[in-house]
């Protein structure tokens, strides 16, 4: 069996990867597929996440056992857990983190399933975009869009700039005057 990945971003608008590689291989091997096709480097933990529907993060697949794990929990590692363990229906959905410290992360969906087929290396079929940058720079980081209010927030978001202290009522609020900690 072969399947193909659609891989999106969140970050880069026109940026898309496809990739098909066997069912049989490892989650390492589309880990090295992915880094390959935005000429990335080997150098972060990454992780992927099985995710459900809705895009939420159920099961993670590691790429090494860092011993942070639950011993109740069953630990997946990307070099030991082939795609058709976890992976069995066209339109399951994962994340890959790619950069952990920023929680940055791929889209992933499982596009296509062909039964019959074989697939002896990973190859990346479709790419087009620019894939986001690997890692930010602290610049960017310190200047990232969640760390400052968005121009769609404006004074009807905050409320009126004719506030009246007047109306402010703290007994509305259960605040009193003096120590509450008497």
Known sequence: MVYRFT?????????????KIDAEATFYDLHQAILS????????PTSFFICNQEWEQEQEILLEDMGTSRSDEDLYLMKKTRLNELLEDEKQRMVYVFDPLDN?????????????KTQEQPVCSRSHG??????????????????????DLNEDFYGSESFDTEEFDPEGFEISEGNPYH
């Open 7 to 19: 891989i999106i971003s969140n970050e880069v608008e026109d940026f898309i990867r496809e990739i």
């Open 37 to 44: 096709s935005c000429h990335y480097a080997d150098n972060v």
């Open 130 to 151: 620019e894939a986001p940058q690997q890692s930010m720079d602290l610049e960017e980081f310190l200047n990232k869009e969640t760390t400052k209010p968005s121009e």
């Open 104 to 116: 940055r992360m791929f889209f992933i969906e499982l596009t296509e399933i062909s039964f019959g």
